[in-house]
């Protein structure tokens, strides 16, 4: 398993953990952060940076029209994903994955997998996706769902006013697209 990295659950279908090698040198430094062949869900059109402090939830969603590239920075944190893709041989598996502490780690995962990120200490996030954001294209639940089985360590988290308001994953779950286990939507 990836050093530094700890999973709890099982992970959904098409999610796929690397280390990222750092070079060090008398100079600083060198981590290659992305590579094509690493990436199998087409070109990445979008990048963002994401800065939190610690005891911050950002989600949960789920991208409907692209697939993401997360490559933690720095900081430690939580990824949490729930499988919501009928047809997935994973569907409605859960798994919490703690990325940071022993250097970069990089996750790639299909679209349609309902998944949050909290901050343990503060960090920063690196996230390709292979579609420009559009909320309409970005579904949500209440991160404290029970449905969800994402087993999450903690009782309370700082989530924005748009996170807090989402409603159910059954709601979810009932407005989400079809996707197969390559994350295709059908």
């Known amino acids: 398993m990836e050093k530094g990295t700890r999973i709890a659950g099982r992970l959904p279908a098409g999610v796929r953990i690397r280390d990222l090698a750092c070079l060090t040198h008398d100079r600083g430094s060198l981590t290659e952060i992305y590579r094509q062949d690493w990436w199998p ?6 990048w963002n940076l994401v800065t939190s402090p610690a005891g911050v939830l950002r989600g949960i969603h789920v991208h409907t029209n692209g697939s993401e590239y997360y490559a933690l920075v720095s900081g430690r944190a939580l990824v949490g994903y729930q499988d ?17 502490g022993a250097g970069p780690v990089s996750i790639v995962a299909p679209p349609g ?58 709601g979810l779950l009932s407005s989400a697209p079809q996707y197969d286990a390559a994350g295709r939507q059908g």
């Open 41 to 46: 869900h087409g070109a990445a059109c979008q």
């Open 113 to 170: 997998l309902a998944h949050g990120v909290y901050g343990l200490e503060a960090f920063t996030l690196l996230v390709g996706t292979t579609a420009m954001w559009d909320p309409a294209s970005e579904l949500g639940c209440h991160w404290k769902d029970p449905g969800l089985e994402i087993p999450w360590p903690f009782e309370t988290a700082f989530v924005s006013s748009h996170d807090a308001s989402l409603g159910g994953l059954r």
């Open 84 to 100: 919501i893709r009928p047809g997935s041989p994973t569907l409605g598996q859960a798994a919490l994955i703690e990325v940071g």
